[in-house]
């Protein structure tokens, strides 16, 4: 039986999961909303995983998790190793780009930007307070225009002069959005504005005083908004590489970071009669009064965090 690994990125807007070899091929994956519970998504995501992986030739040996409910979910399948998106987005990334010097990345909330040097991350920024030049932005304004999100780059590319949207932020954009749409711009480039309105935002914000050169890959859901692409590609007058797997970085990342920690553990694609439930605890031991999660898996107690001092230090029986 060969062994696999498995990754899962868990974010506020989508969860994605991969299982890999260990030659670091993708042998599974899966891309659904999170939709508020990145418990259910989490579930979701396995029991998916699940189906696409052939038992018959490979065993999960060891898991990994980043996103933004990475220790929760970390909690819930025992992962090996948990680690966070710059680190899993970095090693993902440079697999399959050696020579990538730097990572454009745009998710459904937040966006990110890493700079690499000789295959290793060195410098990088995030913004995660501003929805303007993320995927939700852009699915808002879809709405607003009649248009589905994902025709937005073909009908970007058919515009021959692109509408000045402001995009400082999400009110000035819809604002802005508005006012052109009574002057009678025409749609397409409307929405072709919006397209270099996200390039534009996030070049003089996420990518201020950072040194961006080539190779550039560009990943996160919005990489896939072929418009956007066209639009760094303008900025920075550079190619922009878009991976068929930029989507799903992050999770192929922790896989990768599960494979290379050899620590193995049993793993179970069985969780989706299992009930997990997170419960918080604020510890009155000292004057930081510390919010501790505690994770219960079907009522008992598997793991907690949050604590600074080992006052409030919860003991949990990892062996169960």
Known sequence: MKKAYLGIDIGSISTKGVVIDDECNILAQVYLWTEGNPIEASKKVIAQLNEQLDHNNYTVVSAGTTGSARKLVGAMIGASIVKNEITAHAVGTTTLHPDVHTILEIGGQDSKIIIVEDGVAVDYAMNTLCAAGTGSFLSS????????????????????????????????????????????????????????????????????????????????????????????????????????????????????????????????????????????????????????????????????????????????????
């Open 141 to 320: 304004q879809s709405r607003r225009l009649g248009v589905e999100v994902e025709e937005f780059g073909k009908i970007a590319l058919s515009s021959k002069n692109p509408t000045p949207i402001a995009a400082r932020c999400t009110v000035f954009a819809e604002s802005d959005l508005v006012h052109k749409i009574q002057m009678g711009h025409k749609k397409e480039d409307i929405i072709a504005g919006l397209c270099h309105a996200v390039a534009n935002n996030y070049l003089n914000n996420i990518g201020k005083g950072k040194k961006i050169t080539s190779p550039i890959v560009f990943q996160g859901g919005v990489s896939k908004n072929i418009g956007v692409v066209d639009a760094f590609s303008k900025a920075l007058n550079a190619e922009i590489i878009v991976d068929e797997a930029g989507h799903l970085m992050g999770a192929f990342g922790a896989a990768i970071l599960a494979l290379r920690s050899k620590i193995e553990a049993p793993f179970s694609f069985d969780i989706a009669d299992v009930t997990f439930e997170p419960k918080e605890v604020v510890c009155q031991k000292c004057a930081n009064h510390c919010e501790i999660i505690c994770i219960y898996k079907d009522g008992e107690l598997i793991d907690s965090w949050g604590n600074r001092c080992e006052r409030g230090e919860i003991k949990v029986n990892k062996t169960k």
